[in-house]
């Protein structure tokens, strides 16, 4: 199960996993848009989800959005936000390609 | 004190300080051993002595009151002219909040009839039916303290009534009997006062709790009645206690403020500025943890911002200050800034522009979510059928509501701590400063708006409560200027 989640982290620079009706999943694919990155948006169904959870963030907070830059787990959605005003997320998603300029 | 001449006070000018629902100011025409038998002129010699010294100026305009009272109410008459009776010199004056009160009136020997036809009676049962006929015709919530200051009386009374001879009481006479009754003058005023003081506590205190159940229950009104008995109560009592400790870290917060200004004003060396800065910080993520636990309880508490001054409620962004807005009041406060720190703050800037804005994308999807949801099915026809199955789904839906305020509050936690790394400790201190002064003048604001004098509307229900909440204190307050 987790093969195939790093498998797909790995397609791309940035991958995102989400579940549909998540709104604080649509809010950080927005934010990286925002940023001129094209991530990869999966859904997660049920089970997956919750693989996620325990497996990522270690049960604490929602599974999704669980954030892949450069086949690397970077986080959930507290992660990114901090990161981003930490002025570290741009340099990390230059470095994995996902962002010129 | 004045017990001395109380017991020849009645011959005197004399105030009728008929606090507590004596509505008629009496003169003192009464034959000193009358009221002083009837009344337990210690009794009102206290009432008299507490109450009578903020209204020295009104004893000339006493005077007519007190003739156009005195036919009608003879009960009164005695009451009234036993607080007539003590005539004290200046004691300190008391708290005038009871500016209704009637006037001091210089005695009018006119009562004396009536009084002394009362005095024919039992003493006893004389002395009681005129405290019962003077509290019974109590007006206003004072009740509480009649009843208190009835005690009083029958305890005088007692003591009254052990004294053998009253008619021994003709002028200034130091006999043991009058020495004894005035020391004992002296205690009822005492605890008069001291009652009085308490009542008054309690009075302001119900007050304050009477304009926060109101708050209380508008809130639970606004949160809509549909949730019924146990949530209601249990999201309300969440509510209040969050509500509590935020002003709790508001009091804790002011303090500290006060220190970093006196730090700065006395230019501490860096290192121990340093530690206030950083307790100061610290006591923001205490603040943002209490917020997080609410969010998880009642998030609608925060999101609706009730907790927050109105005026802050104004500029709220998902329960809380906006970090980018926040960041271009404080730039131009921090002067002098290196170009790179000034380069870092607009950085970070932009960057929490560009989350809250990802926020709100999201927030407004749910917004979006929760409106079909609600729609969802027919409104109209067979609206029951739909309804558990829409409120079912809602309910998921909203539990996201709290993942939202808890990511904006992180940004703003974020955003103090970058704020905290990019400068120095001094300027750090100063930005802390101002961030505080913001809030405060926002408060500030708020309760100037609230206290405004103006028009109070009793039709407007659902302000007057308040209304006339805001603009009694004020009066209050200019009432003893």
Redo the contacts between chains.
């Keep these: 199960m987790m093969e195939r989640v790093a498998k797909l982290a790995s397609e791309r620079a940035v991958v995102v996993f989400t579940a549909s ?8 694919t ?2 990286l848009g ?2 001129g990155v094209s991530a990869a948006v999966h859904e997660v169904d049920g089970d997956m989800e919750r693989e996620l959870a325990g497996r990522l963030i270690g049960g604490r907070g ?1 599974a999704v959005p669980a954030v892949f830059v450069g086949g690397e787990l970077v986080g959930g ?2 992660r990114v ?2 990161l ?4 570290e ?1 741009v340099p990390m998603l230059k470095r994995a390609g996902a962002l010129w300029l | 004190m004045g017990e001395t001449s109380s017991s020849s006070s009645h011959s005197r000018q004399d105030p009728c300080v008929l606090g507590y629902g004596f509505h008629g100011a009496m003169g003192n025409s009464i034959s000193p051993a009358n009221f002083f038998d009837q009344e337990g002129a210690t009794y009102f010699g206290g009432l008299e002595e507490a109450l009578m010294h903020h209204t020295p100026r009104r004893t000339e305009q006493a005077t007519t009151t007190s003739t156009a009272h005195h036919g009608d109410t003879t009960p009164f008459a005695t009451a009234a002219t036993a607080t007539a009776a003590t005539a004290t010199a200046r004691p300190p004056p008391t708290l005038d909040i009871f500016p209704s009160w009637p006037m001091r009136s210089p005695h009018t020997p006119k009562e004396g009839s009536n009084v002394t036809a009362d005095s024919t009676d039992s003493e006893g049962s004389s002395k009681n039916n005129s405290d019962h006929k003077a509290s019974s015709d109590q007006q206003g919530g004072v009740a509480n303290m009649t009843s208190q200051f009835d005690q009083i009386s029958q305890e005088q009374h007692k003591t009254m009534a052990t004294s053998s001879t009253h008619s021994e009481r003709t002028g200034k006479t130091l006999d043991p009997k009058t020495i004894r009754r005035l020391a004992q003058n002296r205690e009822a005023a005492r605890k008069s006062r001291l009652r009085k003081k308490a009542y008054i506590q309690q009075l302001e205190s119900s007050k304050l709790k009477l304009a926060q159940m109101e708050q209380d229950i508008q809130r639970a009104r606004s949160q809509g009645l549909l949730l019924g008995g146990a949530p209601c109560s249990n999201s309300s009592s969440g509510a209040a206690m969050f509500d509590m400790e935020h002003a709790r870290w508001l009091d804790d917060h002011g303090r500290r403020i006060v220190e970093l200004h006196g730090a700065l004003q006395v230019h501490l060396p860096d290192g121990d500025l340093r530690a206030i800065v950083d307790n100061t910080l610290t006591h923001y993520d205490e603040l943002f943890r209490l917020k997080a636990a609410m969010a998880k309880s009642d998030v609608f508490h925060l999101i609706t911002g009730v907790w927050a001054s109105p005026a802050e409620q104004c500029f709220l962004w998902m329960g809380g200050f906006r970090p980018s807005d926040m960041l271009k009041t404080l730039l131009p406060q921090l002067d002098p800034l290196t170009e790179q720190q000034v380069i ?1 703050i607009c ?2 800037q932009q ?2 522009q ?2 809250e ?3 709100s ?3 407004e ?2 917004h979006q ?1 929760l409106a079909d949801t609600m729609a969802g099915g027919s409104l109209i026809d067979d609206a029951n059928m739909s309804f558990m199955g829409q409120m079912a789904l809602a309910l998921g ?1 909203l539990s ?1 509501l709290e ?2 305020v808890i ?1 904006a509050d ?2 703003r936690q ?2 103090l701590h ?1 704020m905290h790394r990019i400068l120095t400790v001094r300027q750090a201190a100063r930005c802390f400063l101002a961030i505080g002064e913001y809030h405060n003048r926002l408060r500030a604001l708020s309760s100037l708006w609230a206290s405004r004098p103006r028009e109070i509307q009793v039709a407007d229900e659902g302000n007057c409560g308040e209304l006339r909440m805001a603009a009694e204190p004020l009066r209050n307050q200019f009432s003893a200027f």
Excluded: I, R, W, Y
């Excluded at chain 1, 981003?84 to 002025?87: D, M, P, Q, R, T």
């Design positions: 009706g998540c709104c604080m999943c649509h809010a950080v927005a934010l925002d940023l929602p959605t507290n936000m901090a981003h005003l930490a002025g997320l | 870092g950085n970070l960057s929490s560009q989350a804005e990802a926020l994308q999201g927030l999807q749910l979510s839906k996201n993942g939202f990511q992180n940004l974020q955003t970058q």
